[in-house]
């Protein structure tokens, strides 16, 4: 596919949703964010290998792997969304050709934009943001609130909407290749990496490591949150706990044995982002519903 061609369907892409879209410029303090779990694997490779020798941050119709349901190929849901949201521009694209996610840390949070979808997070440069569309809420509820870099009116719909705190993010799309080298400010890790093989494979990125505090929950603090997920979740996050907590590592070490449903894991992840982190308790709805959206998935290489 020629680069023209790919660069008019950005283009396209990113007028349509400018024609849905309202309100003023975006404030240009403002950074999207790309949170994932750098603990997993894609394929055969551990996620920051592959992207390492990469240099690119893939979307799932690339890899075909993420933390949800993988719905990214034509006819899927995924190739559904895009196809109402961007208006068609990449219904007869490449895989390579679409849109990468993240979110827009409205918030200005240590954990990010969309911790739903991983411990630690990718920060991009103020440039991306101008190639970027965006919606709220989650593109799988079929949105109809939209937002460009210079009409953008979807923070306060944002912070008033009601949603579980897992929910709130604004979703962003970035329209053209995601460069490590070029895109990326820094990755930001959970403190449960430092000295570990991740904070290894992080250091030899094209990209500055950062940290946050992390996500931390003991199991007496999960205990009191059944009805979040399910008591099957809490039980199994309990089995998991090591010296009574959970942390991002501890999920990723179990992942990789290869002996629990990743689909359970996520539900016990879930738990850990909504409950142990003041940021997210902070920003908690109080009487919120439990979330009524099915699951985005965000590529592990990586959505």
Known sequence: MSADMSRSRREAALSHVAALSSGGPLDSRLRLTINFHPDRTAGDRPVLRQMAEDGLY??????GT??????????????????RIFGGAYDDATASERPVYGALNHRDEPIGGAPR?????????ADAVARATFCYPDSCTEPSDFGVATRFALIEPARTGGLDALDGHIEAHIHGPVRLDRDMEALVLDASFRGTAVEAAARRLP??????????????????HPEYRGQEYVE??????????????????????????????????????????????ATAHPGAAPPAVPERPVPTAPH
């Open 207 to 224: 990209c500055p490591v950062e940290w946050h505090p992390g996500f931390r929950l003991t199991v007496a603090e999960l205990r009191r």
């Open 117 to 125: 979808f991983g411990s630690s997070h990718f920060r991009l440069t």
């Open 58 to 63: 893939y979307s799932q119709f690339v890899t």
């Open 66 to 83: 993420g933390n949800g349901g993988l719905t990214a190929y034509p006819g899927g849901d995924r190739w559904r969304w895009e196809s």
């Open 236 to 281: 199994l996050g309990a089995g998991l706990a090591v010296d009574g907590r959970l942390d991002p590592r501890i999920i990723g070490a179990a992942a990789r044995t290869g002996r629990h449903d990743p689909q359970a894991l996520k539900k016990v992840w879930h738990c850990l982002a909504r409950f142990g982190s003041p940021a997210m308790r």
